[in-house]
């Protein structure tokens, strides 16, 4: 964000900003370059912290063995593992498929992952 004034003013040219902070900032002028280098450098702080706190959280959950979130499975284990008696069976593994609602592909690594 930094580097975007930096490069006008090198072109002779400055960035005008409407609204940073409920005033108007030009960074042609010396007051208005400061005002938006603190603005850009309070913003850039304010990122770092929550990237840390979430990796923090994150963290701290995984040692606890949490739930990370993430889309809930629709099928429990036992579901799968009885599709895959049926194609062992014969059946037709787009038919266990769709009888599941789900695509072949999901049904193959959802047995895949069951497997190891």
Known sequence: MLALPEELRGRGAGLRVLNLGGVNVYTGTPMGSMVFTVMAALAQMELDIKR???????????????DL???????????ILNARRLIDAGEPAPQVARDLRMSRATLYRRIGALSK
């Open 52 to 66: 840390d706190r979430i990796t923090d959280s994150v963290t701290k959950h995984r040692a606890a063995g949490k």
């Open 69 to 79: 979130g993430g889309r809930k499975q629709q099928l429990t284990d036992s579901q």
